[in-house]
C-alpha cells in the first residue's frame, strides 16, 4: 500500500487560503486515484474532492464547488488541496486517501490507503 503524509493546514481567518500536499511513496502514485475527505468534530467523514489517474477529472462536494481546487503531480507523487475563500464551517481535519483501483468515486469506502490527517481551522 501506498504511504500517505499531508501537510499544510493550519489556522486561517474566514476568507483566507490554504493549501493542502499529500506526498505518497511508491513508485506507482500515477496509478492510484486520490481523494481529499475531511472530518469534523462529531461528524461523519465526508468527501471533499477526488482526481483521476491523470488529473484530467476531478469531482468536488458541492460545499466546495468553486472554491477548492484539487490538483496532482505524478513526477513529484503529490496529490494539492487549494482552498480559498475558506469559511467557518470548512474547519475539520483533512484527510488525503488513495485507491489503487483508481476509483474516484465521493465515498471513503472506495480508498483504502489513508494519512493521518492534518488539522484546518477556519476563523470568523
Known amino acids: 500500500q501506498v504511504q500517505l503524509v499531508e501537510s499544510g493546514g493550519g489556522l486561517v481567518q474566514a476568507g483566507g487560503s490554504l493549501r493542502l500536499s499529500c506526498a505518497a511513496s511508491?513508485?506507482?502514485?500515477?496509478?492510484?486515484?486520490m481523494g481529499w475527505f475531511r472530518q469534523a468534530p462529531g461528524k461523519e467523514r465526508e468527501f471533499v474532492a477526488t482526481?483521476?489517474?491523470?488529473?484530467?477529472?476531478?469531482y468536488y462536494a458541492d460545499s466546495v464547488k468553486g472554491r477548492f481546487t484539487i490538483s496532482r503531480d505524478n513526477a513529484k507523487n503529490t496529490v494539492y488541496l487549494q482552498m480559498n475563500s475558506l469559511k467557518p464551517e470548512d474547519t475539520a481535519l483533512y484527510y488525503c486517501a488513495a485507491s489503487s483501483y483508481g476509483h474516484i468515486y465521493p465515498d471513503p469506502k472506495y480508498f483504502g490507503s489513508w494519512g493521518q490527517g492534518t488539522q484546518v481551522t477556519v476563523s470568523s
Open positions: 482526481i483521476d489517474r491523470s488529473g484530467g477529472t476531478t
Open positions: 511508491g513508485r506507482t502514485f500515477s496509478t492510484y486515484g
